[in-house]
């Protein structure tokens, strides 16, 4: 019996161990099947991850091919971007020269038309003539003015300005006087903004004197003067064309030779504005004398009699202007 257990346990556990040596036979099988079966796997894989690297160099030389064409595009693009920005600097600059070349011609044309068209005389008398000329009235010391005129038996001119006492006007041209237009409004920023401002400002004058004293003045003096530089700041060479082109449209403009200097401050006293004329007459054959007609200006009229005994004490004769008469015309600065 003992011996038949023992038998049958070995049987057993030779039969166990046998199953089980053929189930790891088995198992082994399975996974070497497995292994090969990653192993190909893998061998793909690294196949597939070959040709995508191929796939990635290819693309990678084409976008180094493609960028050096784009690098070699932008540089021919600057160079003519250069060029192009150079021919226009070219044409700008012959086109401003060529604007130059015109203007200068235009104004060459003006000055002789002008020339050709003024009567006014172009040179200074000889003979002891004074012009006594009066800016920026008429004013409450116009009426004034003109008695101590006609005393001295003097005729002279007054440069009216529009915003003034216009009502005084006929008593000017009554009394023989000439009426001489010097602006509407006096205003630098307004007149000198163009020419033509300047002309319809002066338009406006001229209608304005017309309407009152019933004359067609054609006799001028620019505010300032016709050297004046302020302009300059509203109009660069304004005053070298309207020097011209009021020639052209038929007016004499005056400037003047000897200023009494009463408009270098308030109140000048008389005696310094006697001086200042009488003192630059002596020097000279024939005179403009600038002064001024306006409320403020009562020392003028204090020096008038003072002015007009000195002056025909030196043989002066006082005379109104004319459109032919000499302009004792400044040099122009603008
Ligand atoms: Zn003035």
Redesign the pocket.
């Known amino acids: 019996m003992k011996k038949f257990i023992k038998t049958n346990v070995f049987i057993i556990v030779v039969a166990i161990l046998s199953a089980a040596l053929v189930g790891m036979s088995a198992w082994t099988v399975v996974l070497n099947i497995q292994n090969h079966k990653l192993k190909n796997r893998v061998v793909s894989t690294m196949a597939d991850m070959d040709k995508t690297n191929d796939r990635y160099d290819k693309m990678k030389a084409e976008n180094d091919a493609t960028n050096s064409e784009n690098a070699a595009l932008e540089k021919e693009n600057l160079d003519l971007k250069f060029k192009l920005e150079a021919a226009q600097k070219e044409i700008k600059d012959a086109k401003s020269l060529l604007n130059k070349v015109s203007a200068k011609k235009m104004i060459e044309a003006e000055k002789a038309l002008a020339a050709q068209n003024s009567p006014q005389a172009t040179v200074i008398p000889e003979s002891k003539v004074c012009y006594l000329t009066f ?2 009235g008429p004013s409450d010391c116009t009426l004034e003015i003109l008695k101590i005129l006609d005393t001295y038996n003097a005729k002279a001119t007054f ?1 009216v ?1 529009g915003t003034a006492k216009l009502q005084y006007l006929p008593q000017i041209v009554e009394k023989g006087h000439t009426i001489g237009l ?2 509407n409004t ?1 205003n630098y920023s307004k007149i000198y903004k163009s020419t033509d401002a300047f002309f319809n400002d002066l338009t406006a004058l001229s209608q304005k004197v017309y309407d009152v004293a019933g004359v067609h003045s054609k006799v001028i ?1 620019f ?2 003067g016709s050297s004046n530089k302020v302009s300059k700041s509203y109009c660069k060479g304004v005053m070298t064309r309207l020097t011209s082109q009021v020639k052209i449209k038929g007016y004499a403009y005056f400037d003047w030779n000897v200023d009494s200097g009463d408009a270098s401050g308030k109140n000048v006293p008389a005696k310094t504005i006697v001086n200042n004329v009488l003192n630059s007459a002596a020097k000279k054959n024939s005179i403009c004398v600038l002064m ?1 007609d306006t409320s403020s200006k009562k020392t003028t009229v204090e020096a008038l009699p003072e002015i007009l005994k000195g002056l025909k004490a030196m043989g002066y004769r006082f005379e109104a202007l004319n459109e032919k008469c000499y302009g004792f015309q400044h040099t122009v600065r603008n």
């Open positions: 800016d920026d440069f300005v010097h602006s006096h003096r505010p300032g001024h």
